[in-house]
């Protein structure tokens, strides 16, 4: 079983930085991919960056090409998402998310951990 913690979430205006972090625990964290996603009401959850259990392979939704990065850090069993230019169409609940492999998938179902969400509002 996998826990996931998300934090750093909150207001910022539009142009501004924010960074997100998952501390993960109960498995091996280099034995699994992670992804981000992220959530409106009424709306579907969709991706918005995901790595790979190495670290070494990522994917960005096209929203966020060039202004999000993800990376994680195996020693301290966390992921990261630096969030950069954002705009206020960013604004949603972010969610970080483990998969039982160490490839990352790009939809929901490839994922079996979910944290509990942390919000971001981008104001204009």
């Known amino acids: 079983q996998v826990q996931l913690v998300e934090s750093g979430g909150g207001l910022v205006q539009a142009g501004g930085s924010l960074r997100l972090s998952c501390a993960a625990s109960?498995?091996?964290?280099?034995?699994?991919?992670m992804g981000w996603f992220r959530q409106n009401p009424g709306k579907e959850r969709e991706i918005v960056a995901a790595?790979?259990?190495?670290?070494?392979?990522?994917y960005y939704g096209n929203s966020v090409k060039g202004r999000f990065t993800i990376s994680r850090d195996n020693a301290k069993n966390t992921v990261y998402l630096q969030m950069n230019s954002l705009k206020p169409e960013d604004t949603a609940v972010y969610y970080c998310?483990?998969?039982?492999?160490?490839?990352?998938?790009?939809?929901?179902?490839?994922?079996?951990?979910w944290g509990q969400g942390t919000q971001v509002t981008v104001s204009s």
């Open positions: 998310a483990g998969s039982e492999t160490r490839w990352y998938g790009i939809r929901q179902l490839e994922y079996t951990y």
């Open positions: 109960g498995r091996t964290f280099s034995e699994y991919a």
């Open positions: 790595i790979d259990s190495y670290g070494h392979t990522t």
